[in-house]
């Protein structure tokens, strides 16, 4: 069992618990508070050189599951990404040169078509980015609404505060937040 584990996380003495697909479990540091439940056996040649971009893929594929509390998962986390950080390899991408211009180019390019075109898959208030779906049957309209509330529950709006939407899009989350919690809002943005 301990030539599956990987010395990293075996050396850093985490509170962590690792579960195996075929049930064998072992304690890679003193009064685990967290398992990470590995489902998918080849997972186990990633983790021998763990990083936080392979930890991250298999958990959102699904390939490794994390129980316990979820204080107890953020402070393993944050553990985690102390201690790998300095082995996450620099990203060898060459980064376009930043200007008004170029941005302005970019940003007109993949927003400035017509409001038809998004209106054919976005919500009515033309909300562009993710939903919450709090229950799985919701529609898109009240997923979006779902999550702008949870987004204003979250910066504890109050009436009578100031919030500034950068990168405002057409305003769903400015109107929102003005109309359910009486805020004053600055939205701006780029795009024509």
């Given at each position: 069992?301990?030539?599956?584990?990987?010395?990293?996380?075996?050396?850093?003495?985490?509170?962590?618990?690792?579960?195996?697909?075929?049930?064998?479990?072992?304690?890679?540091?003193?009064?685990?508070?967290?398992?990470?439940?590995?489902?998918?056996?080849?997972?186990?040649?990633?983790?021998?050189?763990?990083?936080?971009?392979?930890?991250?893929?298999?958990?959102?594929?699904?390939r490794l599951e994390l129980?316990?509390?979820?204080?107890?998962?953020?402070?393993?986390?944050?553990?985690?990404?102390?201690?790998?950080?300095?082995?996450?390899?620099?990203?060898?991408?060459?980064?376009?040169?930043?200007?008004?211009?170029?941005?302005?180019?970019?940003?007109?390019?993949?927003?400035?078509?017509?409001?038809?075109?998004?209106?054919?898959?976005?919500?009515?208030?033309?909300?562009?980015?993710?939903?919450?779906?709090?229950?799985?049957?919701?529609?898109?309209?009240?997923?979006?609404?779902?999550?702008?509330?949870?987004?204003?529950?979250?910066?504890?709006?109050?009436?009578?505060?100031?919030?500034?939407?950068?990168?405002?899009?057409?305003?769903?989350?400015?109107?929102?937040?003005?109309?359910?919690?009486?805020?004053?809002?600055?939205?701006?943005?780029?795009?024509?």
């Amino acid at each position: 069992m301990l030539a599956y584990l990987p010395p990293t996380l075996r050396d850093l003495q985490l509170p962590l618990r690792l579960r195996l697909w075929d049930g064998k479990q072992i304690d890679l540091g003193p009064e685990p508070r967290v398992t990470m439940v590995v489902k998918d056996p080849s997972l186990v040649a990633q983790l021998a050189h763990p990083s936080l971009s392979a930890l991250g893929g298999a958990y959102v594929e699904g390939r490794l599951e994390l129980e316990g509390p979820i204080s107890a998962v953020i402070e393993l986390g944050d553990a985690l990404s102390q201690a790998l950080i300095d082995d996450e390899p620099v990203a060898q991408t060459q980064h376009s040169a930043h200007d008004k211009d170029t941005d302005a180019a970019a940003i007109s390019y993949h927003y400035d078509l017509s409001n038809d075109f998004y209106a054919l898959w976005l919500d009515r208030e033309m909300v562009y980015s993710c939903a919450y779906f709090e229950t799985g049957s919701e529609d898109l309209e009240q997923a979006q609404q779902a999550k702008l509330r949870h987004l204003c529950r979250k910066l504890r709006l109050q009436p009578g505060e100031r919030l500034l939407d950068v990168g405002c899009g057409w305003g769903g989350l400015a109107r929102f937040a003005a109309r359910e919690f009486g805020v004053e809002v600055h939205g701006i943005t780029l795009s024509q």
